[in-house]
């Protein structure tokens, strides 16, 4: 019997730089095949990144790009942190010391065939982003919700049975994220509205999610952080619903199988690229343009642009308790107006007194939270 030859590994730009990421601080940087997908003949490796600290419980900041191939620039945003990472462990303790107890988990390529063949899909024409077990509350706008008729379509459900891809992004949250007291995510999608926004779940329903008091508390850190920001921070269900979400999936299963202690909050950063299509309309006849900054100005713009979110759930995660409801802990020293004091006594909280620092009082509720988009 003729022995059966193993298909070959593709390679291309993106693939290039997780492999590049895996050979420069090998001892640091944890790179791995969660799993394997072939398409036409050729291995795609699905790739996971592990940073920091080995003990899963400790807080931990998920970051995925790549579930729609064709939205190349979030797979983009992923390599430009992880990449940023690697140089800064080189000479800055502050980061060393905050991952000696945090850590950053990261899949930037979901969907590798997708990437190399700048589909949304997979290569087996499904929808991943519509692939979960989950089903909208009620009907999802007509096909772009989700459908089962062909896989010839857009927004392709495909069987009951999760695609390996999904498969892998499940399994890898499920042992890196899941055992954390305090995990966020964030999964960097593209061609959608004229702002960036921070979604969190549900997509499935208008109802709120269990968390909310987490979620509102996060977009005040942010605002107060950095009052200049540009995302709107809102359900996705404010956009449009949709059946399979993966992460309503995971997050539903999260809060059916953790303790209520743990957080698991999962956002989407959906990147407004059609303010790209509006400064230049000939991009809608190409297949990346809607979804990529295709000039290099613009280009070099989207990467520095997101660096500072990506570092404020970094941190978030990591002083969780600072922020979190109920979760906040102070002593009669941080209860004084200076925030010196304040910052001393974080990392030694007590989990149920109030929020750290007197001026709690008098935070403005989150602007991202109402403001139009024709502000931007
Ligand atoms: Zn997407």
């Given at each position: 019997m003729?022995k059966r030859?193993?298909p070959?590994?593709?390679?291309f730009a993106?693939s ?6 895996a050979?420069v601080?090998?001892d640091?940087f ?15 490796p699905i ?7 080995e003990?899963r419980t ?7 790009g790549?579930?729609?191939g ?8 992923v390599l430009?942190f992880?990449e940023?990472?690697?140089a800064?462990?080189r000479?800055d303790?502050?980061?060393r010391?905050?991952l000696r ?8 390529m979901v969907n590798?065939?997708?990437v190399y063949?700048?589909?949304?899909s997979?290569?087996?024409g499904?929808d991943?982003?519509r692939?979960a ?5 009620r009907?999802?706008?007509?096909l772009?919700g989700?459908?089962?008729i ?5 927004w392709?459900r ?16 499920r042992?890196?994220m899941?055992p954390?007291?305090?995990?966020l995510g ?6 959608f ?8 779940p ?6 709120p999610?269990s968390?909310?008091?987490?979620v509102?508390a996060?977009?005040?850190l942010?605002d107060r952080?950095?009052?200049h920001?540009v995302?709107?921070?809102?359900a996705?269900?404010e ?5 399979g979400?993966l992460w309503?999936?995971l ?12 957080l ?10 059609w303010?790209?299509i ?5 991009r809608?006849f190409s297949r990346?343009?809607?979804f990529?900054p295709?000039?290099?100005h613009?280009y070099?713009?989207t990467?520095?642009r997101?660096?500072?979110l990506?570092d404020?759930?970094?941190?978030a995660?990591r002083?969780?308790r600072?922020?979190?409801?109920g ?5 009669q020293?941080s209860?004084?107006?200076d925030p010196?004091s304040?910052i ?17 009082a008098?935070?403005?509720?989150p602007?991202t939270l109402?403001?139009?988009?024709s502000?931007?």
């Open positions: 003729p030859k193993n070959e590994r593709a390679r993106e290039d730089r997780v492999d590049a990421l050979a601080m090998p640091v944890r790179v791995f095949e969660c799993a394997q997908v072939t398409h036409r003949g050729t291995s795609f790739f996971g990144v592990v940073i920091g600290s003990d400790r807080p931990t900041f998920g970051l995925f790549g579930v729609h064709v939205e190349r620039v979030g797979t983009h945003v430009t992880l940023s990472v690697a800064r462990l000479w303790k502050d980061l010391r905050t107890k945090t850590r950053i988990v990261s899949m930037p590798p065939v997708g063949a700048r589909t949304r997979n290569g087996r499904v991943l982003m692939n077990p989950v089903e909208a509350e009907s999802p706008p007509w772009v989700g459908h089962r062909s896989r010839h379509l857009p392709y495909g069987s009951v049975e999760l695609e390996a891809e999904s498969r892998a992004l499940v399994d890898f949250v042992t890196e899941f954390s007291r305090a995990a964030l999964d960097i999608h593209s061609g509205g004229m702002r960036d926004r921070l979604w969190y549900y997509a499935k329903t208008r109802r999610i968390r909310m008091d987490d509102l996060l977009a005040r942010l952080t950095h009052p920001h995302y709107l921070v809102e996705q269900s956009s449009y619903t949709t059946h979400d309503d999936y997050f539903d299963s999260a809060e059916a199988e953790r303790e209520p202690s743990q698991f909050l999962p956002f989407t950063l959906e990147i407004g690229s303010r790209w509006k400064k230049d309309p000939t809608i990346s343009g809607p990529n295709m000039t290099p613009r070099d713009r990467m520095r997101h660096l500072l990506l404020f759930f970094l941190r995660a002083n969780h600072a922020w979190r409801p979760n906040v802990g102070v002593d020293a209860r004084s107006a010196s304040c001393e006594t974080l990392d030694s909280v007590d989990h149920r007194s109030a929020p750290c620092g007197a001026a709690e008098q935070w403005a509720p602007t109402a403001r139009p988009e502000e931007i």
